[in-house]
């Protein structure tokens, strides 16, 4: 085999890793239990705004949720990308969707804040601390992202290509271009790699005599 430098495996194994989807399971639960915390808190009103914020607050709430909300860390870590994907999973099936699609908790807060009918409200609200009922419902499975990137990066050739038995490698004079280096150096390694197979199977056979004749 004609194996790929160290670099050019890495470059390939890096190009896998960023264009990898991570895995994201939507918590449908966690909707829920934070709009009921909500109106545990704030069902009676909320402090300098009016009562029927209340309900304008808890339907905007359900509207993050439904977009989907990601912890802040990882949404900023993989945002950088404007091309970035990840996978929904809601039950057995998985849907690719934009990073830029969905939300991070810091950017649900903020977009709630700016929503135009609670705008003569903020400062109020915002001592009310409605961070605290955004959570992220779309959790991160790093299992199953590290088990299928692992799979793929383990089935990335080290090889690009064959050597024939009794193929000329260099001619005398001839310059040592990358490929050609590449080549050479593949050989090597061939080489190396058969005669230690040689050693250990003649070790194994010499082992095994001995074995038999200490039984014996």
């Known amino acids: 085999p004609v194996y790929k430098t ?3 495996v ?3 194994k890096d190009s896998i890793q960023k264009a990898f989807e991570p ?3 939507i918590d449908k639960g966690i909707e829920g239990a934070q709009i009921t915390r909500y109106f545990n808190d704030y069902g009676k009103g909320m402090p300098g705004v009016p009562k029927s914020c209340v309900s304008i ?3 905007r709430l359900h509207e993050l949720y439904q977009v989907g909300i990601v912890k802040t860390a990882e949404y900023s870590a993989m945002v950088k990308d404007s091309s970035a ?4 999973v809601d039950g057995k099936n998985a849907t690719s969707v934009k990073v ?3 939300m991070s908790v810091m950017s649900a807060y903020e977009r ?3 929503e135009p009918e609670l705008q003569p409200y ?3 609200l915002q001592k009310c601390n409605l961070t605290e009922y955004i959570v992220a419902n779309l959790i991160k499975d790093n299992e199953r992202c590290e088990a299928e990137i692992n799979d793929i990066l383990s089935s990335v050739p080290l090889a690009s290509g064959m050597m024939l038995a009794g193929q000329k490698i260099i001619d005398r004079g001839e310059i040592v271009d990358e490929e050609l280096h590449r080549v050479l150096d593949s050989f090597e390694r061939e080489t190396k790699r058969r005669s230690a197979s040689r050693s250990t199977i003649k070790s194994t056979v010499v082992g095994q005599s001995l074995f038999v004749t200490i039984v014996i």
């Open 6 to 8: 160290d670099a050019a």
């Open 10 to 12: 890495k470059a390939e």
């Open 23 to 25: 895995y994201y399971d």
């Open 57 to 59: 607050v808890a339907n």
């Open 85 to 88: 994907m990840i996978r929904v």
């Open 100 to 102: 830029s699609a969905v």
């Open 112 to 114: 709630l804040l700016a």
């Open 122 to 124: 903020k400062t109020a």
